[in-house]
């Protein structure tokens, strides 16, 4: 049997830094052998495309709800002069976002946009980013709470699988990973040739996943449970913790607009290191790590 067709069936036992990271493969590709890592769980693969499913309603029916009272005040009730984000339309045809005060011309983007019948109208976001299209709450409210329950379910799943598996500790910044966030950010921005060592989440990763596990994900469940009505007729408290209503819903949009940027830090890493390989690894567990993506057959 040749060099090639060795290493084409060779596999065997091995582990790697990281969770969800048990067998190694090795085939062949061309004249080279290359190495490939089961670095995804099925667990972890099924709850992350769920929860890229489940955000993004939330985000799109959130602002479906947002469009019935399109402003955001820091008070404990509804108070202009405590206004923080009011997006309207002070007449047809122009739409006006004000921000601290400071106000922009947002007409078609925001204020004045598309209602989801075929014209225009008065309505903070436009009707291609809300669920449903056209303005209604109660539908809107609906497609909230079931994809509330979704993402919830997502994140526990992965959440209890990756503790169980004792692989928090994997993903959580540890000290020893500060003085790499540079580096790492260099590298990311081509700056760097080489990102500093690192096991199966790099530093950059591992402190935005702790950002979100224990600071953004807390916030946006507590601020939108203390928003439903049902749950703060028997947990006020909550509420009041929070500031009162409109201070919650200043936090749970702030929330969101955070996890979206989390999300689009996210997508920048998957693209700036290998789209295909990064894809692939999330749905099929395969991972070709770039340092063992070619090994010529003679040095094996």
């Known amino acids: 049997m040749s060099k090639i067709a060795r290493a084409n069936v060779f596999e065997r036992k091995g582990h790697y830094l990281g969770p969800d990271t048990a067998v190694l493969r090795y085939y062949a590709r061309g004249m080279n052998v290359c190495r490939a890592i089961y670095k995804y769980a099925v667990a972890t693969r099924v709850s992350h495309w769920l ?34 984000l009011s997006i309207d339309s002070p007449q047809d045809g122009v739409g006006t976002t004000t921000l601290f005060g400071h106000v922009f011309t947002t007409t078609t983007w925001l204020g004045w946009t598309p209602n989801g019948m075929g014209g225009y109208a008065s309505r903070a976001f436009p009707s291609w980013i809300t669920i449903p299209s056209f303005q209604d709450l109660a539908d809107g409210r609906r497609w909230h709470f079931f994809f509330a329950w979704t993402a919830l379910v997502a994140w526990l799943t992965w959440l209890i699988s990756s503790a169980v598996k004792g692989n928090l ?4 910044l540890a000290p020893s990973d500060i003085p790499k966030l540079w580096p790492m950010q260099a590298y990311y921005l081509h ?11 790099n530093p950059l990763q591992k402190a935005s996943y702790t950002a979100v596990l224990f600071g953004l994900a807390p916030l946006v469940v507590l601020t939108g449970l203390s928003l439903s009505p049902g749950i703060d007729t028997i947990a006020h408290p909550l509420t009041w913790i929070l500031g009162g209503r409109q201070f919650a819903r200043l936090w749970h949009f702030t929330g969101m607009i955070l996890l979206v940027g989390f999300w689009l830090i996210h997508v920048f890493q998957v693209l700036t290191q290998g789209v295909i390989n990064q894809l692939m690894s999330m749905i099929t567990g395969w991972y070709r790590p770039e340092e063992y993506q070619t090994v010529p057959v003679e040095h094996r």
């Open 169 to 172: 500790r994997h993903i959580l």
């Open 51 to 84: 929860w890229v499913l489940a955000f993004g309603a939330l985000v799109s029916s959130g602002l479906q709800i947002f469009n019935a009272a399109p402003f955001l005040d820091a008070f404990d009730r509804r108070d202009q002069s405590h206004r923080v």
């Open 191 to 201: 700056l760097r040739k080489a990102p500093p060592p690192y096991g199966l989440y």
